[in-house]
T-cell receptor
Framework: GAGVSQSPSNKVTEKGKDVELRCDPI?????LYWYRQSLGQGLEFLIY????????KSGLPSDRFSAERTGGSVSTLTIQRTQQEDSAVYLC????????????FGSGTRLTVV | DQQVKQNSPSLSVQEGRISILNCDYT??????FLWYKKYPAEGPTFLIS?????DKNEDGRFTVFLNKSAKHLSLHIVPSQPGDSAVYFC????????????FGQGTILTVHP
């Protein structure tokens, strides 16, 4: 597609359940990033994938969070045993270069944990 | 530890006037700075950037100024238009960080007709 696609756009889940968020990057973009934006906060880096290199997971807030990128394309962010503080907008971005410019963000998944 | 700060949560400006959005950073290793604009229910979109070797970059109505000694950058929008109303995020990266960005909290700009 022409842009970065994220699904679902909205997700409401009960505390303690697992959720999966999906990101389809722009075709050919080798770099893929996950960020989240909590209410009133800036975007917080979560994880970065670049080609076949080991991902940079330094931003994942706890071991309940994990992400994978299959075939260098689609990525899934999984949150296990969700907590209320996980409520946020989760944004995916892709870039052809792995540099600070050239990011294209998706519209995000709004996650609400009740 | 908030390495990039936007201390003004909101800014209100009259159409046609100048909008000035400010951003401060603490990490002296940052060498590339960007501004993103975000409308509700959409992802942020890239607006303008500046490398640390420059002190000014201009693109149409948008100009970004960088003061490295003060660790401060600003975005000027002249003239402001109602369509500029959005949340503006300042972001910074280090050369070796593979494009990982550190964002500020955002400033809500409202341009009144």
């Amino acid at each position: 597609g022409a842009g970065v696609s994220q699904s679902p756009s909205n997700k409401v889940t009960e505390k303690g359940k697992d959720v999966e968020l999906r990101c389809d990057p722009i075709s050919g973009h080798t770099a893929l990033y996950w960020y989240r934006q909590s209410l009133g906060q800036g975007l917080e880096f979560l994880i970065y994938f670049q080609g076949n290199s080991a991902p940079d997971k330094s931003g994942l807030p706890s071991d309940r969070f994990s992400a994978e990128r299959t075939g260098g394309s689609v990525s899934t962010l999984t949150i296990q045993r969700t907590q209320q503080e996980d409520s946020a907008v989760y944004l995916c971005a892709s870039s052809p270069y792995g540099t600070g410019y050239g990011y294209t963000f998706g519209s995000g998944t709004r996650l609400t944990v009740v | 530890d908030q390495q990039v700060k936007q201390n003004s949560p909101s800014l209100s400006v009259q159409e046609g006037r100048i909008s000035i959005l400010n951003c401060d950073y603490t990490n002296s290793m940052f060498d590339y700075f960007l501004w993103y604009k975000k409308y509700p229910a959409e992802g942020p979109t890239f607006l303008i950037s500046i490398s640390s070797i420059k002190d000014k970059n201009e693109d149409g109505r948008f100009t970004v100024f960088l003061n490295k000694s003060a660790k401060h950058l600003s975005l000027h929008i002249v003239p402001s238009q109602p369509g500029d109303s959005a949340v503006y995020f300042c972001a910074a990266s280090e050369g070796t960080s593979y494009g990982k960005l550190t964002f500020g909290q955002g400033t809500i700009l409202t341009v009144h007709p």
